[in-house]
């Protein structure tokens, strides 16, 4: 078992920032691809950003590349998913999620373990 939980959401204006962030504990972490997704109302939870085990290989969503970063410090046991110029469409609960397979994946399918998720709100 993984236990996930994130932390960092909250209120930002347009074009600000914020940092998620995503402590694990349980089994090994290093030994778990790491994503992030989310979830706005009324819609289906969608894939923004995974890295792999040793952080070689990131994966990012199109409506993200080039505004968010995800990384993550096995040393802490943690992923983090740096957001900078945020707009109102990324308003969200956001999860992150740990995945035991092979290759890093967006698809949410092959993700084992789930955090509660944290609300990012983006005002206009």
């Known amino acids: 078992q993984v236990q996930l939980v994130e932390s960092g959401g909250g209120l930002v204006q347009a074009g600000g920032s914020l940092r998620l962030s995503c402590a694990a504990s349980?089994?090994?972490?290093?030994?778990?691809?790491m994503g992030w997704f989310r979830q706005a109302p009324g819609k289906e939870r969608e894939f923004v950003a995974a890295?792999?085990?040793?952080?070689?290989?990131?994966l990012y969503a199109d409506s993200v590349k080039g505004r968010f970063t995800i990384s993550r410090d096995n040393s802490k046991n943690t992923v983090y998913l740096q957001m900078n110029s945020l707009k109102p469409e990324d308003t969200a609960v956001y999860y992150c999620?740990?995945?035991?397979?092979?290759?890093?994946?967006?698809?949410?399918?092959?993700?084992?373990?789930w955090g509660q998720g944290t609300q990012v709100t983006v005002s206009s």
């Open positions: 890295i792999s085990w040793t952080g070689g290989r990131t």
């Open positions: 349980g089994r090994t972490f290093s030994d778990y691809h």
């Open positions: 999620a740990a995945d035991a397979s092979v290759v890093v994946s967006r698809n949410p399918l092959r993700y084992d373990y």
